[in-house]
């Protein structure tokens, strides 16, 4: 895997591509596989680095995973619990889900604390609290944190924010706990759904996911299943946002239109022109580019993930853009490398103001994390000249074949 990646820009994408599966679904339905008593198997999982990331910690764990096609079979029956004190741990942050599912099915759980991108302070306090009220003993030494229950007794538990990582950890861990489990102010997000839909196929007995209160009854054992992975809505929409800004008639197909209705509209309102189908999205072009404001929001609001791939496009629009992030108020770096480029951007915590209309020049950038790699991808599309993009493993973490992807649509990228 080369960490450069090199594009000249001012190519005009056409034609068609397909989204891949959701990344931020398969981070956490993998480690929710050590759950299974018999045999999973997921087809369409993403060809990303932190897929193959996990996978290397199932084994560790004794977990037997192969592959044939599009399907990966993963055999839990003689999963073992041993310490996760791995390096691995620390390259992503959805390690994290490990804890749940752990303590879910052996009470017990030691390992790193979690990696992933640097996107400011981003505690786990919620997680913690999630299992202390079914009955968890907590103790963290330096970056171990160890997690015992003698039982874990089902609680209503609220969470003060609608944290998607402890919304999924606390199903995880509650799958096996005793009685009936709330979860008050869930995350509503799609992952969240997937992963309810493949834990019920196993035999879970989990309610509500999708709205703001979950409930899930304890069992004994969960069964194996046969599951599809959604699609990608964040993949979907920076390729929808990249043919906005550089594109002439794109189809993105193996799309949940629903899934990214908070984008389009604010696409739609800068004069993006899309035809919007039950399971692809159409950019056919614009007109000039008008500015606009966002403010991140947790499902079905705007999607911080995106917000850093849209940027690139407001360096186009007219007039000044604002962009207010409430999930993670440091998500700014790419600010810097996109002035690198040309980019007129003023940002503070937790938000930015951009002034559209400087043209972009290729330049050496860095990619600091997963989405800043993504929008400096669809800078370098845009900018006139060649873009050299370094730490591109940040990219390859979050999207699947995004070279040959972007090559095939008539990007000259490498």
């Given amino acids: 895997m080369k960490d450069v990646i090199k594009i000249r820009g001012n190519h005009k994408l056409s034609g068609e591509v397909t989204v891949s599966s959701c990344k931020n ?3 956490a339905i993998l480690p929710a596989v050590v759950l299974a008593s018999e045999v999973v198997k997921l087809y369409d999982v993403p060809d990303i680095e932190d897929i193959k990331v996990l996978i290397k910690l199932l084994e560790l764990l004794g977990v037997e995973a192969s592959k044939k096609g599009d399907c990966i079979t993963f055999d839990s029956t003689n999963v073992k619990n041993i310490d996760l004190l791995d390096d691995d741990v620390k390259k992503l942050r959805a390690s994290y889900y490990f804890m749940g599912a752990l303590l879910g099915r052996f009470k017990h759980v030691k390992m790193y604390s979690p990696g992933g ?4 302070p981003r505690p786990i306090d919620l997680h913690l609290k999630g299992f202390e009220a079914l009955g968890a003993k907590i103790s963290q030494h330096g970056d171990v944190i160890e997690i015992d229950a003698d039982e874990l007794i089902g609680d209503e538990i609220y969470l003060d924010f609608a944290s998607v990582g402890a919304t999924i950890n606390i199903m995880l861990a509650a799958c096996f706990a005793k009685g009936r489990t709330t979860i008050n102010n869930a995350a509503k997000e799609p992952e969240i759904i997937d992963l309810s839909s493949m834990l019920n196929k196993m035999g879970a007995r989990i309610r509500g996911a999708g709205t703001s209160e979950i409930t899930i009854d304890g069992i004994n054992r969960l069964k194996g299943c046969i599951h599809d992975i959604i699609p990608d809505r964040i993949e979907a929409g920076t390729y929808i946002i990249a ?18 209705e908070a984008l389009t509209s604010k696409l739609e309102e800068m004069g993006v022109i899309m035809q919007i189908g039950s399971d692809y999205v159409k950019v056919v072009g614009c007109n000039d580019l008008l500015a606009t404001d966002v403010k991140t929001q947790p499902f079905p609001g705007f999607a911080t993930d995106l917000q850093q791939p849209l940027t690139a496009l407001m360096c186009l629009a007219k007039g000044d853009s604002h962009i207010e992030d409430t999930i993670y108020p440091e998500r700014f770096k790419h600010c810097d490398e996109l002035n690198k480029m040309g980019a007129s951007i003023k940002y503070h915590k937790g938000s930015s103001t951009i002034h559209g209309g400087t043209p972009l020049t290729g330049s050496d950038i860095t990619a600091r994390d997963l989405r800043c790699g993504a929008a400096l991808v669809i800078a370098g599309l845009i900018a006139d000249g060649e873009t050299i993009i370094h730490d591109a493993y940040h990219i390859y973490r979050g999207y699947d074949s995004i070279i040959e992807k972007l090559r095939a649509l008539g990007a000259d990228i490498e």
Avoid: R, T, W
């Fill in 25 to 27: 679904s398969a981070v």
């Fill in 243 to 260: 043919a906005a800004a550089v594109g002439n008639n794109v189809k993105v197909n193996n799309v949940i239109p629903q899934h990214i």
């Fill in 117 to 120: 991108c640097n996107l400011g």
